[in-house]
């Protein structure tokens, strides 16, 4: 079994995304049902929708409508990680309606694109720690540079469950090596972060990279964190810049290839079902 912690569904007929404007290929829409024919001929058994940087306004129809998604019969998404604004001062009462929705496991605030001193306002870490004792998680996706900004932040709030995506986007294509690899190993001696391995093969040359380019990344990320802090994503449709989600989905199981049974259920579908209580 395997459960998708990081899907993205784009439907530019619902919602705004103003971003794709400068995405390229990814400017287009990207339907659950072309994400759920491929998933489910891979084994991939449920997921989580991981927003999508959607327009602010559009912030809480977003929730909506992935929760109209979930309510499909037979729908792989039951859970949601939502955007959020821990900037604003406004962040407390939308909490409130985040946590009467039942679908939403966790939040995220895109921080990769976004100048480096955002989560260091007092504001941003005082609505943080308010995650303390709801059962929700913080996404965590930052530049490698911002790796040990983020550390500040998961030390002044020792009780919230952070996931930090994509391995800590690291530049495999422009290099980088040691002052990801270095940022990511201080960062993961905090033992109330997990790892996600996903979408590495955006950040390669998507034209030509192998399993050789991002193995020492993914091996890197895996022994820092080990296979009891590890999830796994697909980053749907993001991972089509290099190829399709069978591509990832396969390089995955060569990238496990001599792990044991028990340490691919943990990074594949264990560890995610008991961060965010999944009934799978």
């Known amino acids: ?143 490698p540079h911002q790796l040990p900004i983020v550390t500040e932040l998961i030390d002044l709030a020792p009780d919230v469950q952070f996931i930090l995506d994509h391995c800590g986007v690291p530049d495999i294509k422009g290099g980088g090596y040691e002052t990801w690899s270095k940022n990511l190993a201080e960062l993961a001696k905090r033992p109330n972060v997990v790892g996600k391995l996903s979408g590495i093969i955006a950040y390669t040359d998507t034209e030509t990279w192998t399993l050789a380019d991002i193995r020492p990344y993914a091996e890197h990320t895996i022994s820092c964190f080990g296979f009891d802090r590890m999830v796994w994503g697909s980053d749907w449709p993001v991972c089509t810049l290099g190829g399709a989600l069978s591509t990832w989905v396969g390089a995955t199981h060569a990238l496990l290839e001599g792990c044991s049974k028990e340490e691919k259920r943990k990074l594949l579908s264990d560890n995610a079902k008991r961060i965010w209580k999944l009934d799978v």
């Open 1 to 143: 079994m395997i459960i998708d912690t990081h899907l993205h569904i784009v439907d530019q007929t619902k919602l705004s995304y103003p971003w794709l404007a400068d995405a390229g290929p990814l400017n287009r829409n990207s339907f659950y049902d072309d994400y759920a024919k491929e998933a489910k001929r891979l084994g991939i058994a449920a997921s989580l929708h991981m927003e999508v940087d959607v327009a602010e306004s559009d912030i809480d129809a977003e929730n909506e409508y992935v929760k109209g998604i979930a309510a499909r019969q037979g729908s792989l998404v039951i859970g949601a990680i939502a955007a959020c604004r821990p900037e604003h001062d406004s962040f407390a009462a939308y909490l409130d309606r985040i946590r009467a929705n039942g679908l939403i496991k966790g939040l995220r605030r895109i921080l990769h694109q976004s100048p480096d001193d955002l989560s260091t306002t007092t504001t941003f870490r005082d609505n943080i720690k308010r995650l303390s004792g709801t059962g929700l998680t913080f996404d965590l996706c930052a530049l």
